[in-house]
């Protein structure tokens, strides 16, 4: 077991609405880096964040947004909800340039 | 970018057998190759991984072997348990600069007892 924790572990949205998803990082790493896994696929990359600045981002819209905190947890923000956001969301934590802790993730429903 | 291509996608051995499962990947500047164990409502675990400058590497019994000429990189589970059964994925990296890990699309493996 990693020391990653996201919340919530389930969520139901409609179409159009906003949704937050949370993600503690484990002590020590001061990098997490948020994943999309649509059902049967491997993660895609949304983006990365470290010491409070987005360091890079996939290719995913602008509707799809973060944040890291002082403690370096972070929040997943996606606005606008369609279908295709349904999907597992997993957020995974680093030293910078090392390997990637991932958490157990949030399935996120959009009906 | 990079692209991870990975095969097979479903993999099926009697427990005890070997297991390979191999990828390729297009971006010469990927230097790290980590491979993760996915089970059912969990997020991936990392099992192994390798670095371009290491041609092979070997914990127990998983190994994985890199060709950087042929942009090959293989996992090799030998002696498999039921508990190996799992989604296998492999990924390619480019440690400078920010970590961007780009994923294999996976291989279920099933360990038949």
């Known amino acids: 077991e990693t020391g990653v924790t996201q919340s919530p572990t389930h969520l139901i949205k409609t179409r159009g609405q906003q949704v937050t998803l949370r993600c503690s990082s484990q002590?020590?790493?001061?990098?997490v880096s948020w994943y999309q896994q649509a059902l049967g696929q491997g993660p895609q990359f949304i983006f990365q964040?470290?010491?409070?600045?987005?360091?890079g981002r996939g290719n995913f819209p602008p509707r799809f947004s973060g944040l890291q905190f002082p403690n370096y947890s972070s929040e997943l923000n996606v606005n606008a909800l369609e279908l295709d956001d349904s999907a597992l969301y997993l957020c995974?934590?680093?030293?910078?340039?090392?390997?990637?802790?991932f958490g157990p993730g949030t399935r996120l429903t959009v009906l | 970018g990079e692209n991870v291509e990975q095969h097979p996608s479903t993999l099926s051995v009697q427990e005890g057998d070997s297991a390979v499962i191999k990828c390729t990947y297009s971006?010469?500047?990927?230097?790290?190759f980590p491979w993760y164990k996915q089970e059912l409502g969990k997020g991936p675990q990392l099992i192994i991984d390798?670095?371009?400058?290491?041609g092979e590497k070997k914990d127990q019994r998983i190994a994985v072997t890199l060709n950087k000429t042929a942009k090959h990189f293989s996992l090799h589970i030998t002696e498999t348990q039921p508990e190996d059964s799992a989604v296998y994925f492999c990924?390619?990296?480019?440690?400078?600069?920010?970590?961007?890990?780009?994923f294999g699309i996976g291989t279920k493996l099933q360990v038949i007892p």
């Open positions: 964040y470290y010491r409070e600045e987005e360091n």
């Open positions: 002590s020590g790493h001061n990098t």
């Open positions: 390798i670095r371009s400058n290491v």
């Open positions: 971006d010469s500047a990927s230097n790290y």
């Open positions: 995974a934590s680093s030293d910078i340039g090392n390997e990637q802790f």
């Open positions: 990924a390619g990296a480019n440690s400078g600069g920010y970590q961007k890990v780009t």
